[in-house]
């Protein structure tokens, strides 16, 4: 189960139920090995540094069901021109997805027309991942991830 066209729009409704239309706001949504999508916002605060990334609700969701994140997507509304814009995962969601494998699929601006977006393996995202130095020379499975 792959990234497509529903989920970027799952994120998209997510983000118009949360914040109205001349505001600023991101919304996430991730596709589980089941099927099921979930979606999730980010928990703004005065005090930034306790504050989470879109994805994080989804993904600690997800967790919490024992269901494979397969596709993940964070879109952010322009405050000047509201058009939605894909947002690659940040390097602490990068982390987070490894949990899941290198497999999962990540939304990403396409280079070529940033308006719109490319899906991507997270790890051609992030080719240089730390943790294969501690698991043998392969990446990390779920179980290494959790012990």
């Given at each position: 189960?792959?990234?497509?066209?529903?989920?970027?729009?799952?994120?998209i409704?997510?983000?118009?139920?949360?914040?109205?239309?001349?505001?600023?706001?991101?919304?996430?949504?991730?596709?589980?090995?089941?099927?099921?999508?979930?979606?999730?916002?980010?928990?703004?605060?005065?005090?930034?540094?306790v504050?989470?990334?879109?994805?994080?609700?989804?993904?600690?969701?997800?967790?919490?069901?024992?269901?494979?994140?397969?596709?993940?997507?964070?879109?952010?509304?322009?405050?000047e021109?509201?058009?939605?814009?894909?947002?690659?995962?940040?390097?602490?969601?990068?982390?987070?997805?490894?949990?899941?494998?290198?497999?999962?699929?990540?939304?990403?601006?396409?280079?070529?027309?940033?308006?719109?977006?490319?899906?991507?393996?997270?790890?051609?995202?992030?080719?240089y991942?730390?943790?294969?130095?501690?698991?043998?020379?392969?990446?990390?499975?779920?179980?290494?991830?959790?012990?």
């Open positions: 189960m792959t990234l497509d066209q529903e989920l970027v729009d799952a994120a409704a997510q983000l118009n139920r949360r914040w109205p239309p001349e505001e600023p706001g991101g919304a996430a949504a991730v596709r589980l090995d089941d099927g099921r999508i979930l979606t999730s916002v980010g928990f703004d605060n005065i005090h930034a540094s504050t989470l990334c879109q994805e994080t609700g989804a993904y600690c969701q997800a967790y919490t069901l024992d269901r494979a994140v397969t596709a993940s997507v964070c879109v952010f509304r322009d405050p021109d509201g058009r939605h814009v894909i947002l690659p995962p940040c390097g602490v969601c990068q982390e987070r997805l490894a949990l899941w494998g290198p497999d999962v699929e990540v939304g990403v601006p396409d280079p070529e027309d940033p308006t719109r977006w490319i899906a991507r393996r997270l790890e051609e995202v992030n080719p991942y730390w943790a294969p130095h501690f698991a043998g020379g392969v990446w990390p499975s779920t179980k290494q991830h959790s012990e």
